[in-house]
């Protein structure tokens, strides 16, 4: 019973295919696929969005919105109705067949992102053997679609708003790399299957997730700062910053385009979570043994939402980075410890089992993450501001 | 090929004179080389050196005769030398050494003994002259080169000090060489002995290729010994002569040349403007002396292959020349005004006569000749100088007369010395030498002409010398101012010299033999029976017959009257032509003068010419060539190297400005070219490859 | 040949075109980015998976953004007034005629010389990226150093040579 | 008409095109455009000479092409920063304009 309730959508898919000639079904089998993850995401986007205005709310000591529905759960609903019906403003010579593109281009590629995520014991899309470097080729390019946005809106703010975006989504990209190779380099393989039945044990109950591993920790707690700045959330938000860029790259858009970029970044972000899940949460796996009887894609879901909570929660509290302190603590900062991390899950391999390897681990993060805030992080690096101005 | 070591260490003579014998010649010459670093004004040391020198080697010089003289007497007869290997040149090597016998031990004793008196004689005489630290030199020079002459074992030593002396000599004759006339004689002197030596290099050269050693005596092998003599009297010359006659005739050519003899002789008169100690000493005593005793030396060569009492081919000719010569210059001497000039021609004639002497009575004869007329020629040389220095340097006997009263004691040494010269009998030194001449001369087997030639030539001599004496010491004094006796040291060596022109006779008078015999080793017996030997009587007759027709005419002409300074010679009064042609040296000068300078003179303009057309000529044509070639060179270079690099410089230039258009700058031109050659490459690959 | 062949030629070769006679600069870019794409998806046809995913990562992800900065940096985005194509462009076209010439005529008549049995594509190799790892650390290990080499020379190069001078260096 | 001439004929086209554009083109960053994209056509034709070629598990081609397209990158990175130098100070990216090195 567990068994089915685990796989009754793989069941439900194989059942609705096995209707079609035999050529035809593993291509329809996958568009079923796609159809799935093109509903659900878009709905936990919604939920998300309605997670995060209640939670900033309630964290700023106040309601969230609960005029729609009783208690503003139906504001989605209002919010997608509002971004549907209203006008679509083109900037006169902004450059429409690129403007029209960006977020078309955005929201592909975001959702191309998910084929690889395995949702589910064997609920992957597209089993590809180098399955994680596929994300981050596709992650890369969303960088792309900012840009078109930011320049053929033909607006300065927009323009300078897509050029910090891009820096900042580059200078971050490495250090998301970075950390993931260590759990790759552990596990021994880029495809996200092998990766979750690699930490899917579980001993005395507890699974085997890298995260409880000293240079697992430090990995998440890096893949998770890069992806917030790879994704322009929160300290990271400075392309948005409403208080000196109005809206970023993408103030010259407004209606369903506007909607479209506002679901591709929410549907990013939680692409990003997934990829944390998997390489570092263990996927679709329990977090206790006793609780095996859950369906795994339950867990991959839950722990999706988790994410998303912890995003919104960080929104809510840390103020936003100057964009010198932003490239200074991605370049000084997290690139330098993602690598020592790299060296430090070697030296965890090869020390074998034992606790000497616990402390020895451990230890040298947290002096190498002393060491480069001493160092890295000198005080006048936080001074006051230094203009520069254009010639 | 071993090449057997000739032994090299000198062969020592026995005893320790002749070993060290060299040092006589030494002495005198280190000494001429210390005055010579003299300063000018340091004349009390030159002439202290050259005198001390001499004399340690007249001491030396007595040892050697003593040790001769031991030797002698207690029989066996002394000849040690004493040779070192000069130099080496393969197998050959030439050889120098020294040699004491009883004609060196002699000669040596009389050049050291009659040098030192003339040492002396000079310090006063040269007193007032500033070059007198020179003058010493170049004497003490000439010593020990003559000196180094009487002691050489080896023609070739002999040869070099013989040249030695033709240089002291030419240097002292031109001594006053401010005065035209001396560094002309000097010139003349040097010049016309070179003539003589020249044939005497010749004979040497033979000599050497002939008997491969030039030693005298050398154990056996010397070329004066009996193998090499031999040897070359084997040897057939040119013209019927043998190697030894012909070696000995060139060698008498270099003797005479020395010694003045006939075609040579010009030298000797003018070589008075020299000082008048030198006069003495080179021309009277040593030098002239130096071709006799060459002759005497080399006599064995000479005399080589005569039968027993006959004579050799050389020897006649010595003769003839010998005897032509002392008439010739007596004839001369009598026409000459000049007081040296007599004296200088009268010494030729006595070299003539020693010559002659040799020639036909053998060495000791003409030695004997040698030995006596050195001492009282140079007691002559010396009191005419007294008499210049007296006369304030005045030469000509025309200006003089009535010495005698002025200077007794050089007038008495001077008598001394003339009556010696004019051979008066019994009394005399000069009297046994001529009259051993005059009887070897009569026993002459060839022809009996040299014997009158001589008497004749004895008739004259003591003809001028009266003639002389009467002009210089008789009459009234018809020079300017008033003659003053000279000093003690001029008069002193006068006077021993008047003693020795006495004394010396006792030695080789025929009833004591003594220089004969110590010459040849054979016993001095002492006999006076020969005195009563009629030839001899015959001979002291004749002598005295000859004495008495030359004083006695002599003094008939000038010793009566004293002639006036300004009238013409008694003589000349009589036969004018005779007495210019006399006066002029029988225009022998003159002759050489035509003859021989013109030679010279023609040869040297034809060599000029030569020299100036024929080699200039060439010269100049060939600098001319290369004129023609260098700008022939210039013209090319410019016109077709230049122009032809021009042009290319165009060219290249031209060229380049087109490739630099090519270089426009633009990357898309430098890609499109690239394409293209790509493609043009490509084609040709495939076309080719399909082919 | 199979469809999804000549679709993909198809979009590659359009968007080349585009990128190269487009008159904006940002669209050249643009449509050079379309033509990576396409190449990427070849790569994929290819079977190529690591290296289609490698392509999309640095062409588009790094090298396409470079060259927009680049476009951006030098103030070229408005269109330029002028022609686009610089002086005697007809050269140029007439050596990439040629040169294409060149080479198709090769292909073909290698294709020609080539047998056919081979027409049906072989079996695919299914390449993992095991045994790209392998391989990249066994037998091109030393490439792979060098190319790290490279990278970390270009990477200081490009920032030296782009840098801005600071105000006394001018 | 094999596979394999197909994608090489693709490679050719892309080649010249790249080849065109880089010849023809004024703005020095297209001509950088087209360089890259002559670049891209090799690998191209690499990944396609690998896949039909003979012994495809010898992963010659494809790995010549990972390291043909690294170098590309750090190629296009040190080109673009070039340009950007020349710009800054000779305030044009056109190439005729960049003759500095005429002859």
Redesign the interface.
């Given at each position: 019973m567990i068994e089915k309730a685990d796989q009754i959508f793989v069941l439900l898919g194989h059942w609705l295919v096995s209707f079609l000639p035999v050529w035809l079904q593993q291509p329809v089998l996958v568009l079923l696929g796609v159809v799935c993850i093109i509903v659900t995401f878009p709905a936990l986007f919604a939920i998300t969005v309605l997670l995060e205005r209640k939670g900033l709310g309630r964290m700023q000591n106040r309601y969230g919105p609960n005029r729609v529905g009783p208690y503003g759960i139906f504001q989605p609903v209002a919010d997608g109705i509002k971004s549907l019906t209203k006008e679509d403003i083109v900037p006169l010579n902004a450059d429409a067949v690129v403007h029209f593109l960006a977020p078309v281009f955005l929201v592909v590629v975001v959702f191309m992102g998910y084929a690889i995520l395995p949702i589910g014991r064997n609920m992957t899309l597209v089993n590809l053997d180098a399955g994680i470097l596929f994300f981050f080729a596709i992650g890369a390019s969303t960088e792309l679609s900012v840009f078109m946005a930011g320049w053929s809106s033909r607006n300065k703010y927009s323009l300078l708003g897509a050029m910090r975006a891009v820096a900042q989504m580059i200078s971050y990209e490495v250090p998301l790399l970075m950390s993931s190779l260590a759990v790759i380099m552990m596990t021994g393989s880029l495809s996200p299957n092998r990766i979750v039945d690699a930490q899917n044990q579980y001993t005395f109950g507890l699974p085997h997730w890298y995260v409880f591993t000293p240079w697992g920790l430090a990995g998440f707690i890096l893949f998770a700062v890069a992806g917030t700045a790879e994704t322009n959330r929160s300290p990271f938000d400075l392309p948005e910053g409403e208080s000196e860029l109005v809206a970023g790259y993408f103030t010259e858009y407004s209606g369903f385009k506007f909607a479209l970029f506002f679901l591709g970044e929410y549907v990013g972000m939680m692409g990003i979570a997934g990829l944390g899940a998997t390489l570092f949460l263990g996927g679709y796996s329990a977090p206790l043994e006793v609780l095996g009887f859950v369906p795994s894609w339950f867990w991959f879901i839950a722990k999706v939402m988790v994410a998303m909570c912890f995003f919104i929660w960080v929104r809510g509290t840390l103020p936003r980075l100057r964009q010198d302190q932003l490239m200074n603590f991605a370049w000084k900062f997290v690139l330098p410890l993602t690598l020592l991390n790299l060296f430090d899950a070697a030296l965890w391999r090869f020390m074998g089992p034992g606790l000497l390897r616990w402390f020895v681990c451990s230890a040298i993060l947290l002096v190498a993450y002393v060491a480069l805030a001493r160092i890295g992080m000198t005080r006048e690096k936080f001074g006051p501001r230094s203009y520069r101005y254009a010639e | 090929m071993m090449q057997e070591s000739i032994s090299f260490t000198p062969q020592l003579a026995a005893s320790a004179i002749a070993r060290n014998l060299w040092l006589i010649p030494a002495v005198p010459i280190a000494a001429s080389g210390v005055i010579a670093v003299l300063k000018q004004p340091r004349r009390k040391t030159a002439s202290a050196l050259a005198i001390g020198a001499l004399s340690f080697s007249l001491l030396l010089a007595l040892i050697a005769f003593a040790h001769v003289l031991s030797g002698w007497a207690n029989g066996q007869a002394v000849r040690e030398t004493a040779s070192f290997t000069w130099f080496q040149t393969g197998a050959s090597h030439v050889d120098l050494g020294w040699v004491l016998d009883p004609l060196s031990a002699i000669m040596l004793v009389m050049v050291t003994f009659v040098g030192l008196l003339i040492f002396i004689y000079s310090t006063g005489y040269m007193a007032h002259d500033e070059n007198y630290t020179r003058f010493f030199c170049f004497l003490s020079l000439f010593a020990g080169a003559m000196l180094g002459v009487v002691i050489a074992n080896s023609l070739l030593l002999l040869f070099m000090c013989w040249e030695l002396v033709g240089l002291t000599s030419y240097l002292l004759i031109g001594f006053w060489y401010f005065k035209p006339a001396a560094a002309a004689a000097a010139k003349k002197a040097f010049l016309t002995t070179r003539v003589g030596d020249v044939f005497f290099l010749l004979g040497i050269v033979w000599l050497f290729a002939q008997t491969g050693t030039l030693l005298f005596y050398n154990s056996g092998t010397g070329s004066m010994e009996q193998a090499a003599l031999t040897g070359l009297l084997a040897q057939p010359a040119a013209w019927g002569f043998t190697a030894a006659s012909a070696i000995g005739l060139l060698i008498f050519a270099g003797a005479a040349g020395k010694s003045g003899q006939f075609p040579l002789h010009v030298w000797l008169p003018d070589a008075m403007e020299g000082p008048t100690p030198v006069s003495a000493l080179i021309h009277a005593a040593t030098m002239v002396a130096a071709g006799v005793y060459l002759i005497a030396r080399v006599y064995p060569l000479m005399q080589a292959g005569a039968l027993t009492g006959g004579t050799t081919t050389a020897l006649t000719v010595v003769t003839w020349v010998g005897a032509f010569t002392a008439l010739f210059a007596a004839c001369i001497a009598v026409a000459q005004n000049d007081i040296k000039r007599i004296l200088a021609y009268s010494t030729v004639s006595q070299l003539g006569y020693m010559m002659a002497g040799l020639g036909m009575g053998g060495v000791a004869v003409g030695m004997f000749h040698l030995i006596t007329h050195a001492f009282f020629k140079a007691l002559l040389f010396m009191g005419a100088g007294s008499v210049i220095h007296g006369c304030h340097e005045e030469q000509d006997i025309r200006n003089m007369g009535g010495l005698k009263k002025y200077m007794p004691l050089t007038f008495a040494t001077y008598s001394i010395g003339m009556l010696a010269l004019c051979g008066v009998p019994i009394l005399f030194s000069g009297f046994w030498s001529k009259d051993a001449i005059l009887e070897s001369a009569h026993g002459w087997p060839l022809s009996h002409a040299p014997y009158y030639m001589l008497v004749f030539g004895a008739i004259l001599t003591a003809f001028y010398m009266t003639r002389q004496v009467s002009y210089v010491f008789f009459g009234a004094y018809r020079g300017h101012g008033h003659p003053h006796e000279s000093p003690r040291s001029m008069t002193t060596p006068l006077a021993i010299l008047a003693f020795f022109a006495i004394a010396l006779g006792a030695l080789g008078t025929p009833a004591w033999p003594w220089f004969r015999a110590f010459l040849e080793n054979g016993a001095a017996v002492v006999d006076f029976h020969a005195f009563a030997e009629p030839a001899w009587l015959m001979l002291l007759l004749t002598s005295c017959v000859i004495v008495t027709i030359g004083i006695g005419l002599g003094w008939m002409l000038y010793g009566s009257k004293s002639p006036a300074a300004d009238q013409p010679d008694v003589i000349e009064r009589a036969a004018p032509p005779l007495w210019a042609a006399l006066r002029d040296r029988l225009y022998i000068d003159e002759f050489y003068g035509v003859t021989v300078i013109a030679f010279y003179s023609w040869w040297a303009r034809v060599a000029d010419w030569l020299d100036r057309r024929v080699w200039g000529g060439i010269v100049s044509l060939v600098a001319f060539v290369f004129g023609l070639w260098a700008t022939l060179n210039r013209f090319l270079d410019t016109n077709v190297v230049d122009g032809a690099f021009d042009k290319s410089c165009e060219e290249i230039s031209t060229s380049g400005g087109l490739l630099a258009r090519i270089q426009s700058g633009r990357v898309q031109t430098y890609l499109r070219l690239l394409a293209l050659a790509v493609v043009v490459l490509a084609i040709l690959l495939f076309w080719s490859g399909r082919a | 040949m199979s469809l999804v062949f000549y679709i993909l030629a198809a979009l590659t070769v359009a968007g080349a075109l585009a990128a190269v006679l487009l008159k904006n600069t940002v669209h050249c870019a643009l449509a050079l980015t379309a033509a990576f794409a396409g190449l990427a998806l070849l790569f994929l046809s290819l079977d190529a998976q690591f290296a289609g995913f490698a392509q999309i990562l640095v062409y588009i992800g790094a090298v396409a953004i470079l060259v927009v900065f680049a476009i951006l940096l030098t103030r070229d985005s408005e269109t330029p007034k002028d022609t686009v194509y610089g002086p005697r462009p007809l050269i140029g076209l007439v050596a990439a005629a040629g040169i294409f010439a060149v080479l198709g005529w090769a292909v073909l008549r290698s294709a020609a010389a080539l047998p056919h049995e081979n027409a049906s594509p072989a079996a695919a190799p299914n390449v993992t990226v095991m045994d790209i790892g392998n391989a990249l650390m066994g037998r091109y290990v030393l490439p792979l150093e060098i190319v790290a080499l490279l990278l970390t020379a270009a990477l200081i190069g490009a920032v030296i040579v782009a840098m801005h001078e600071k105000e006394g260096a001018r | 008409?094999?596979?394999?001439?197909?994608?090489?004929?693709?490679a050719?086209?892309?080649?010249?095109?790249?080849?065109?554009?880089?010849?023809?083109?004024?703005?020095a960053?297209?001509?950088?455009?087209?360089i890259?994209?002559m670049l891209?056509a090799a690998?191209?034709n690499l990944?396609?000479f690998?896949?039909?070629g003979p012994h495809?598990?010898a992963?010659t081609g494809?790995?010549f092409?990972?390291?043909s397209?690294?170098?590309?990158?750090?190629?296009?990175?040190?080109g673009?920063?070039?340009?950007?130098?020349i710009?800054r100070h000779a305030h044009t990216?056109n190439?005729?304009q960049?003759?500095?090195?005429?002859?």
């Open positions: - | - | - | 008409m094999n596979p394999l001439t197909g994608y090489l004929l693709v050719a086209l892309l080649f010249s095109i790249g080849l065109a554009g880089a010849l023809t083109r004024r703005n960053i297209l001509v950088l455009i087209g890259e994209l891209n690998n191209l990944i396609a690998w896949r039909y495809p598990e992963l494809m790995m092409a990972i390291f397209i690294a170098v590309a990158a750090a190629e296009a990175a040190v673009l920063g070039l340009v950007i130098n710009h990216t190439l005729d960049m003759n500095r090195m005429k002859g």
